[in-house]
């Protein structure tokens, strides 16, 4: 890692150097302190890789704790792993920072690397710089030949599933901005909502299930409609999604709810698809899961529609979350 001047090196070997005491993976041939990483690629596995930017004030408000900062920067990119079925290994960490503040990167980089050894992964090189506070983080994962999973094998008849609750983390910016009154909602989900915008957890249980079973995936991150939108867009596709079935944060309105799940993003659950003889094995495996596991539409020949109480909802009209958007 380089980057910010005078400080530069004695802060990588503060924040993010690893001790001398770790052991190193042993596909790693030569990580932080050098111009680049060398990384011996295990035997028959091919090399997944994601990057993803969160700048402040657009990714995360102003207010955020550092250590939700560094810890959400990497999930988010575990989550992409995870949606292609590959097993998180290594990243690189790209950290711009308005000034060289040592409490902000200690908090940074206890959540970084918190996250880190929750998921498996090994920081093995980067960069620091002086700008407007911003983290880009690449994050690389191994598959079996040719077993990832891609956004474009839907197929009709194909059942959609989801992870987890849609809508928990837009709550949780909701709460935060205002825009939601926290007198209406119970302790116990304004908890959870806060965790799931801070602390999101990437669905590493899922990889194992969506090589053997998924023919499509995504992970949610800008909507359930617009990501969804996405998946049928690469797999030439439609699809019909049952409301009823829809694993929505129960404590808020009906109309809220959808709301928020269908455009808030944020959610880093995964969709995926599999076909319907896959369903006695999905739902026998869902019961050892830590997290909900739920069939909530089918896939079909074309249009995207909601059908909630006999009446079928275009799921065209809701946009989800633009980076160019005010």
Known sequence: MTGVAGSEFSLIETHFARPAAIQPPRWLKLGIGDDAAVIEAPPNRQLVSTLDTLVEGRHFPES?????IGWKSLA???????AMAADPAHFLLSLTLPQDD??????????LFRAAEAFGMTLVGGDTCRGPLSISIQANGWVPPDQFVTRLGASPGDRIWLSGCVGESALGLALLQGR??????DAAT????YTALNYPQPRTELIGLLRRHATAAIDISDGLAA?????????????VID?????LVDALSPKQGLELALSG??????????PPVADDALREAALELPFDLSAIGRITESGCWLVADGERIDLNDYRGYDHFSD
């Not at 409490?103 to 959540?111: C, E, H, K, Y």
């Not at 304004?190 to 909502?193: P, S, Y």
């Not at 409301?243 to 694993?247: E, F, I, K």
């Open 190 to 193: 304004t908890a959870r909502a």
């Open 180 to 185: 939601i009154d926290p007198e209406k909602v």
């Open 64 to 68: 955020t704790e550092a250590a939700s």
């Open 243 to 247: 409301r009823s079935a829809l694993p």
């Open 227 to 239: 990501d969804l939108r996405h998946l049928l867009e690469q797999s030439g596709a439609g699809a």
């Open 76 to 82: 988010v990119n575990v989550s992409d792993l995870v």
């Open 265 to 274: 993003g944020d959610d880093y659950e995964i969709l995926f698809t599999a």
């Open 102 to 111: 040592e409490t902000w990167l200690a908090r940074f980089s206890d959540g």
